[in-house]
């Protein structure tokens, strides 16, 4: 797709980036394409505007990967979809010999793009994925962002029933695991859609672990 977008906030023209946008588009699904675009523009154009220095191409993947967790190709059985989506970027890295620094950055930036007050004590490229995914689910930061550039991103990547649709996605890719979004924000998601569902609460885990406390000293 062609756009207008200026050069500092385009697509980086890297085989890198070439080929995670392959497969993004073979593996996944049009809503988490234009939703994986979308985090990449919001969260490259914050990164400018908070004058910080990333490296764009690792951006880019994180952002191509950060939800191919969600698919069953990437799914594993147990694993957060989060890591899922993490792991499948190291292997990608891994097999274009990208140093191992550049690669545990774009795994850290995918595993805990869903993890708040965290992100943003971590490396620019991880704090970015989490804000552009704020932006972009959440409308986390939506009146402080450039709202002509906001429009431009929006209407190159639509927002095609995306409120409802990105549920779903959610869902779909963690349904047959809804033990793994325990103690984040995903739980949420299973219980909506799982009757009867709660996720285990921290408290009663404590209160039935297997030690005996003393009463005393």
């Given at each position: 797709m062609t756009t207008a977008f200026t050069?500092?906030?385009?697509?980086?023209?890297?085989?890198?980036?070439?080929?995670?946008?392959?497969?993004?588009?073979?593996?996944?699904?049009?809503?988490?394409?234009?939703?994986?675009?979308?985090?990449?523009?919001?969260?490259?154009?914050?990164?400018?505007?908070?004058?910080?220095?990333?490296?764009?191409?690792?951006?880019?993947?994180?952002?191509?990967?950060?939800?191919?967790?969600?698919?069953?190709?990437?799914?594993?059985?147990?694993?957060?979809?989060?890591?899922?989506?993490?792991?499948?970027?190291?292997?990608?890295?891994?097999?274009?010999?990208?140093?191992?620094?550049?690669?545990?950055?774009?795994?850290?930036?995918?595993?805990?793009?869903?993890?708040?007050?965290?992100?943003?004590?971590?490396?620019?490229?991880?704090?970015?994925?989490?804000?552009?995914?704020?932006?972009?689910?959440?409308?986390?930061?939506?009146?402080?962002?450039?709202?002509?550039?906001?429009?431009?991103?929006?209407?190159?990547?639509?927002?095609?029933?995306?409120?409802?649709?990105?549920?779903?996605?959610?869902?779909?890719?963690?349904?047959?695991?809804?033990?793994?979004?325990?103690?984040?924000?995903?739980?949420?998601?299973?219980?909506?859609?799982?009757?009867?569902?709660?996720?285990?609460?921290?408290?009663?885990?404590?209160?039935?672990?297997?030690?005996?406390?003393?009463a005393v000293r």
């Amino acid at each position: 797709m062609t756009t207008a977008f200026t050069s500092a906030n385009r697509i980086p023209d890297t085989k890198l980036a070439r080929e995670a946008t392959e497969i993004l588009r073979e593996h996944s699904t049009e809503l988490l394409y234009n939703h994986s675009m979308r985090v990449f523009h919001f969260a490259s154009t914050q990164g400018r505007q908070a004058k910080m220095k990333f490296d764009a191409e690792l951006l880019y993947v994180g952002a191509a990967f950060h939800d191919l967790g969600l698919i069953r190709k990437f799914s594993s059985e147990t694993e957060r979809f989060e890591v899922d989506g993490a792991n499948a970027a190291r292997q990608f890295l891994a097999a274009h010999q990208v140093p191992e620094e550049q690669i545990q950055t774009v795994w850290e930036a995918i595993a805990l793009h869903t993890t708040p007050g965290v992100t943003q004590y971590m490396r620019p490229e991880v704090a970015l994925l989490f804000s552009g995914v704020g932006l972009d689910v959440l409308g986390e930061g939506y009146d402080a962002f450039p709202a002509e550039e906001r429009e431009e991103i929006v209407t190159a990547y639509p927002r095609i029933h995306f409120k409802e649709g990105i549920v779903k996605a959610f869902f779909g890719g963690f349904a047959h695991k809804p033990g793994s979004t325990w103690g984040t924000v995903k739980a949420d998601v299973c219980e909506r859609f799982i009757e009867g569902y709660r996720s285990p609460n921290f408290c009663d885990l404590i209160a039935h672990s297997p030690f005996a406390d003393s009463a005393v000293r």
